[in-house]
């Protein structure tokens, strides 16, 4: 456990740094602005595997989205169509004033939950010290409640017509078109390699605090945008 609090603290700087530089269309702080509704944010693993090879579980990357995390968001206002709190200090579980990290006893159990691992890479100790960290405390939820919601609103995750995003697996395909297969209440994040290729990388599902769909919010944009082109969905292990 040593090796791992050592591991998690050198996360933490990572996110510190990240957390202090955002995109121009981003509007984040502690406890603030109000929550309107929840990000379900699962990531296309094989195309994760493409942008950082040498994660653990990236040898033979399943071909299935995993779930990444739960996010409190806001509804988009001008130019900020990214509105979130984060490293709240309010959070049942933490000291009043003070964003608290998860202890080993924490991640230990997060870590034995087997319906939640079924769903995370498969080394998320550090991913989720940081969902905890960053969104966690902002969810007005005990750290036991907050995960256990990542077993239990993945049932938003879901496709407007599945067939379809299957036979694109493999292949390019307009951009457009994979965004059919999906349902209304969801945005999309790609990733660009250095040729130009796009990639489809995150499917954000917005859902209210019961994980039903929520469908009042239409300009969520959450990192790099996916362009109208031709887009691969890569394959990953069945």
């Given at each position: 456990?040593?090796?791992?609090?050592?591991?998690?603290?050198?996360?933490?700087?990572?996110?510190?740094?990240?957390?202090?530089?955002?995109?121009?269309?981003?509007?984040?702080?502690?406890?603030?602005?109000?929550?309107?509704?929840?990000?379900y944010s699962v990531t296309w693993q094989p195309t994760f595997c493409k942008m950082k090879p040498a994660t653990a579980g990236c040898e033979q990357p399943p071909?299935?989205?995993?779930?990444?995390?739960?996010?409190?968001?806001?509804?988009?206002?001008?130019?900020?169509?990214?509105?979130?709190?984060?490293?709240?200090?309010?959070?049942?579980?933490?000291?009043?004033?003070?964003?608290?990290?998860?202890?080993?006893?924490?991640?230990?159990?997060?870590?034995?939950?087997?319906?939640?691992?079924?769903?995370?890479?498969?080394?998320?100790?550090?991913?989720?010290?940081?969902?905890?960290?960053?969104?966690?405390?902002c969810s007005g939820q005990t750290m036991e409640q907050y995960f256990q919601n990542f077993v239990t609103f993945r049932k938003a995750v879901t496709f407007a017509?599945?067939?379809?995003?299957?036979?694109?697996?493999?292949?390019?395909?307009?951009?457009?078109?994979?965004?059919?297969?999906?349902?209304?209440?969801?945005?999309?994040?790609?990733?660009?390699?250095?040729?130009?290729?796009?990639?489809?990388?995150?499917?954000?599902?917005?859902?209210?605090?019961?994980?039903?769909?929520?469908?009042?919010?239409?300009?969520?944009?959450?990192?790099?945008?996916?362009?109208?082109?031709?887009?691969?969905?890569?394959?990953?292990?069945?």
């Amino acid at each position: 456990m040593r090796l791992l609090t050592a591991s998690l603290l050198l996360f933490s700087f990572a996110w510190i740094n990240t957390a202090m530089a955002l995109d121009p269309n981003e509007q984040a702080d502690a406890d603030a602005p109000p929550v309107s509704f929840l990000v379900y944010s699962v990531t296309w693993q094989p195309t994760f595997c493409k942008m950082k090879p040498a994660t653990a579980g990236c040898e033979q990357p399943p071909q299935r989205f995993l779930t990444h995390g739960i996010w409190p968001y806001s509804e988009s206002i001008g130019k900020y169509t990214n509105r979130h709190p984060q490293f709240c200090t309010r959070s049942p579980a933490c000291e009043e004033g003070k964003a608290c990290a998860m202890s080993e006893d924490d991640i230990d159990k997060a870590l034995a939950n087997a319906d939640l691992r079924a769903l995370v890479p498969s080394d998320p100790a550090g991913m989720f010290a940081h969902e905890w960290k960053k969104h966690g405390t902002c969810s007005g939820q005990t750290m036991e409640q907050y995960f256990q919601n990542f077993v239990t609103f993945r049932k938003a995750v879901t496709f407007a017509n599945e067939a379809a995003f299957k036979q694109m697996i493999g292949h390019e395909t307009m951009f457009s078109d994979i965004r059919k297969a999906f349902p209304a209440n969801t945005a999309f994040r790609c990733y660009k390699d250095a040729t130009g290729n796009q990639y489809l990388h995150e499917v954000f599902y917005l859902i209210d605090n019961q994980g039903e769909p929520y469908l009042k919010e239409h300009n969520l944009q959450i990192g790099v945008q996916c362009a109208e082109q031709n887009t691969w969905i890569p394959r990953g292990k069945l």
